[in-house]
């Protein structure tokens, strides 16, 4: 298993999370993006710079993703990829996609996106908060310290 990071988009918080998670418990941590991400010097941290364009990074963490790895993204589509392909999920408010919430996120997403293409005003995600942050940092440590990776953590 490895955690793969689609990390344009990725907040520093969630970053610094993730870097002392995967030198803790040592397992490989793969951060994906189109332009280059600091990251500090360690044996399970590496950096992937990828061409840029629309949904390139997605694309390429999707084909490279394998069962049981962990994604962390933001992007819905990106997610219904990797749990098609029997991996995990997360976003960095600390919600786990699954199964059975996914076609539900891609139908609202797909809504939303029709009514700003429309024209219409919807704003946008709320504030990054410190209970987001601590929202991640505990379903990341219940998913890495979970026996059975089989299925995802209960949620918050």
Known sequence: MQIWVDADACPNVIKEILFRAATRVKISL???ANQHVR????PYIKAIRVGSGFDVADNWISQQV????LVITADIPLAA????RKGFALNPRGEFYSEEN???RLTMRNFMEELRSSGVDIGGPS??????RQAFANQLDRFLNSTALKSPPTSL
């Open 30 to 32: 793969t951060l994906v």
């Open 39 to 42: 990251i500090p010097p360690s």
């Open 66 to 69: 394998n069962v049981g790895d």
């Open 81 to 84: 990829a990797v749990i098609a």
């Open 102 to 104: 996914i076609k539900e």
């Open 127 to 132: 504030t990054f908060s410190q209970a987001d």
